[in-house]
């Protein structure tokens, strides 16, 4: 075991999540490139262990403290759940730990049952795993007065970062994170989608990240200015992300939005776009 201490240990990470993924998976290859770079680096200081054997990751533990701890095991290596167990034990320093696994992760279920974790009784809200081929894709109906297109790069970099922080109203995501973002694996510019308005600036945007071995693009993230919502803008970008990532060969794509009543409108916006729910996460605390 070792600590996550360069650039390249990312696309090491994300290889074992590409050798795993199926549709069982709670991990995507964008998902790691979006959660590791989206902030810049002092605010990303969180640690991560990394079990390898034979020079190839096949084990990964990630530390978001004080409280949201991730990872992923190859299923050769079963033993080394425990160990990434107890590495998240050490690091809490006493606090209890949060453990997040798919209800189809049984394999996943029974290793923390088995170590002493339960389902928490008290942690009401989750996240809604959707899916959908990209087979008879509805095609975008866009606003009049608005275009949707690919971002291009460095020409787009302050507009395309402008529209997420509105659209999320959070400074946290920066011109110099998502610039890394941006020359990081699985990024492409041509599944980057914003909504521009009459006067040039971004009103919705629309990230998917591709997994070329499997052919799933996960969408993550989505997000419309508050003065522009409710004109259909999240939806007429979607498709035409989703549009795009089709050309590319890939079959489907997936998005996990919140599943609770706290934030309904996600899912009916993707499931009024052709998505089902076919897992959900459950969350563990340690014992």
Known sequence: MREFAKPEDLRAMQGLTQRLWSARSAHHVGDLAWGRLM?????????????????????WGWANLPWDFRLQVDPGYPELIG??????????????????????????????????YFRD????????????????????VVPDGFIVRAVSGEADLVRRVAVHRRSWNSTKVTEESYRALMA???????????????????????????????????????????EFRRMGLSRAVCLAALHALRDTGATTAIVCPRGDSGYPIPQVLYRGMGFRRYARTIPYRSP
């Open 39 to 59: 902030y810049p680096p002092e605010l990303t200081r969180w640690p991560i262990g990394l079990w390898e054997d034979g020079g190839r990751v096949v084990a």
């Open 184 to 226: 990081a694996w699985p990024y492409r510019a041509d599944l980057d989608w914003v909504a521009e308005g009459p006067g040039g600036d971004f009103a919705a945007s629309c990230l998917i990240w591709l997994d070329d071995l499997h052919g799933v693009g996960l969408i993550e993230p989505v997000g419309t200015v508050p």
């Open 121 to 140: 009784p008290e942690a009401k809200a989750f996240f809604a795993y959707h899916r959908r081929s990209l087979k008879q894709l509805p095609d975008p």
């Open 83 to 116: 160990e990434v167990l107890r590495w998240f034990t050490d690091l809490a320093d006493g606090q209890p730990v949060m453990v997040t696994a798919l209800d189809v992760e049984k394999n996943l279920q029974s290793e923390l049952d088995r170590y002493g």
